[in-house]
């Protein structure tokens, strides 16, 4: 493959960590020598390499993971000195077939500029570029076309983890004319602090704050437009905004978005199990989404089993890539729509790792968690 190296810059400490038994295990590393150093990677090609950009962050790390097991990848890691160094993340990014920027937001915009000064293909899991120019929504189950797009891109912008919820129950209620473009949404969200970073998990894990036994769920953001906010609008394909109410509480990791639709909202004659169907339709051959059983009042079965405190726990999902869509029909004709989702899982790393493979033309679902937890029920 010849030098890695065309400058005299120092060149930085790089492992390529094999996650694959189809090749000739090895081990490189580049000394700081201030010579240029040549690494032969023969032996790499048959498999893709990957660069995790920001492989020390809660997204990061939560990759780095569900990576391990993989037999068709190598991961190339940068080493403590290096990872926060410019010239060698972008020489890193050179190197790979695709990058997972892991970063704030600053940083990955400058990352950003350089795959597309250099042709890199990279994935982007911060939110800076979900709705910039040039670059493809990264959530494949988004619309049928989604995934040949994503194939296809040099620039992805991961989803956001409310938008995935609020995106996955809402588009195909506006595709199918159910939901009329123009109706003003309004969604109510809670999840785990892990999903601000790490500021928010010392913040909430720190002795003094007293929060890990906080009895409530704490709004925030309640005075600006959240983050999530464009690419909730951009991708739904409604005409306004949507009106959003994140709150965090005292767990970790794990998700529930919910949003309420008045009867009056809804296209003349819908009904919950019109909405139910155009889910169920969607999402049939999908391996990461799962839709509850329909139990409206024209269902002519009860519930099973009955609901109770923990039939919509944000955590239930946790530790996995999948998200739990619901439809819950009142009798005055109003609608519940819910989503559960692990916030690091299907709502950050898991689809970043979706897009990955579907670009390097693997198995999607190599690798990601399935397995759903067992319910947490109230002992009689």
């Given amino acids: 493959m010849g030098n890695l190296y065309a400058d005299h810059t120092p060149a930085p400490r790089i492992t390529v960590n094999l996650i694959t038994s189809s090749v000739h295990a090895y081990s490189v590393q580049q000394h700081r020598n201030g010579t240029k150093t040549a690494i032969s990677l023969k032996s790499c090609l048959m498999t893709s390499l990957v660069f995790i950009d920001g492989h020390a962050g809660t997204t990061g790390l939560r990759i780095r993971q569900w990576l391990a097991e993989r037999r068709d990848l190598n991961l190339l890691t940068l080493n403590d000195t290096d990872r926060k160094?410019?010239?060698?993340?972008r020489q890193a990014m050179s190197k790979a077939d695709v990058t997972v920027l892991c970063l704030p937001d600053a940083a990955a915009k400058e990352a950003g500029r350089w795959a597309l000064e250099d042709g890199n293909?990279?994935?982007?899991?911060?939110?800076?570029?979900?709705?910039?120019?040039?670059?493809?929504?990264?959530?494949?189950?988004?619309?049928?076309?989604?995934?040949?797009?994503?194939?296809?891109?040099?620039?992805?912008?991961?989803?956001?983890?409310?938008?995935?919820?609020?995106?996955?129950?809402?588009?195909?209620?506006?595709d199918a004319g159910l939901l009329p473009a123009g109706t003003p949404v309004s969604i109510h969200a809670l999840s785990g602090y892990s999903g601000g970073g790490r500021g928010l998990i010392e913040?909430?894990?720190?002795?003094?704050?007293?929060?890990?036994?906080?009895?409530?769920?704490?709004?925030?953001?309640?005075?600006?437009?959240?983050?999530?906010?464009?690419?909730?609008?951009?991708?739904?394909?409604?005409?306004?905004?949507?009106?959003?109410?994140?709150?965090?509480?005292?767990f970790a990791c794990g998700m529930r978005v919910q949003i309420p639709l008045h009867g009056g909202l809804l296209a003349e004659g819908t009904t919950a199990k019109a909405v139910y169907e155009a889910l169920a339709?969607?999402?049939?051959?999908?391996?990461?989404?799962?839709?509850?059983?329909?139990d409206g009042p024209d269902a002519g079965t009860a519930h099973e089993p009955p609901r109770d405190?923990?039939?919509?726990?944000?955590?239930?999902?946790?530790?996995?890539?999948?998200?739990?869509?619901?439809?819950?029909?009142?009798?005055?004709?109003?609608?519940?729509?819910?989503?559960?989702?692990?916030?690091?899982?299907?709502?950050?790393?898991?689809?970043?790792?979706?897009?990955?493979?579907?670009?390097?033309?693997?198995?999607?679902?190599?690798?990601?968690?399935?397995?759903?937890?067992?319910?947490?029920?109230?002992?009689?």
């Fill in 309 to 380: 405190e923990w039939s919509f726990d944000p955590t239930a999902l946790n530790g996995t890539n999948l998200i739990r869509l619901q439809v819950v029909a009142n009798p005055a004709g109003h609608l519940l729509l819910v989503g559960i989702l692990d916030n690091l899982g299907k709502g950050a790393s898991g689809t970043a790792i979706q897009c990955m493979s579907l670009m390097l033309g693997l198995d999607e679902a190599a690798g990601l968690p399935r397995a759903r937890p067992q319910p947490r029920r109230a002992v009689a």
């Fill in 281 to 294: 339709t969607r999402y049939a051959n999908e391996t990461f989404v799962e839709l509850m059983p329909y």
């Fill in 85 to 89: 160094s410019a010239p060698a993340r």
């Fill in 121 to 174: 293909r990279i994935i982007d899991a911060s939110s800076v570029h979900r709705v910039a120019d040039g670059w493809t929504f990264g959530l494949p189950e988004l619309s049928p076309a989604q995934r040949s797009a994503i194939r296809t891109a040099k620039r992805i912008s991961n989803t956001g983890c409310y938008p995935c919820a609020f995106l996955l129950l809402i588009r195909p209620l506006v």
């Fill in 203 to 250: 913040h909430w894990e720190s002795a003094p704050a007293g929060l890990e036994a906080h009895p409530y769920e704490a709004p925030y953001a309640l005075d600006k437009v959240h983050k999530h906010v464009p690419e909730m609008h951009r991708y739904s394909g409604l005409v306004q905004a949507p009106q959003f109410i994140p709150a965090v509480g005292p």
